[in-house]
């Protein structure tokens, strides 16, 4: 898990989700905005149509963050973004799974 310094609290979601930009991948929808902070801060969303179960969904979301988490150190500073899984990803290996997240990134210039 990210610290809780680096994940968004409610009211920034909401801002995030409904004027960040969005970036598509075949797996994600990133929408990022740029806040010009010290760090670079991220939350994670999983629609219950990609897991149905809320075990299923916070798994996802622990795997999805232990990826950001390796990849934090690379980001560029001042930006909010919230990661959106459109697919299951649980048959992904971590690798696999990070290097899925670290190209959104890069299509969104965050790295």
Avoid: C, W
């Avoid at 969005?22 to 990133?30: E, G």
């Avoid at 629609?47 to 999805?64: C, E, I, S």
């Avoid at 990826?67 to 899984?85: C, D, F, H, I, Q």
Wanted: aromatic share 4%; hydrophobic share 40%.
């Amino acid at each position: 898990m990210l610290p809780r310094s680096r994940t968004l609290r409610s009211e920034e979601f909401a801002r995030v989700v409904t004027s960040g930009t969005p970036i598509h991948s075949p797996r994600f929808l990133m929408r990022i905005q740029k806040t010009g902070a010290v760090q670079s801060r991220f939350s994670v969303t999983i629609p219950k149509k990609v897991a149905t179960t809320a075990v299923m969904r916070n798994l996802l979301r622990r795997r999805v963050y232990a990826s950001l988490k390796n990849l934090m150190v690379e980001l560029r500073p001042g930006y909010e973004g919230v990661l959106v899984l459109k697919t299951n990803i649980k048959d992904l290996s971590p690798e696999q799974l990070t290097t899925e997240i670290k190209n959104v990134l890069l299509k969104g210039s965050l790295i």
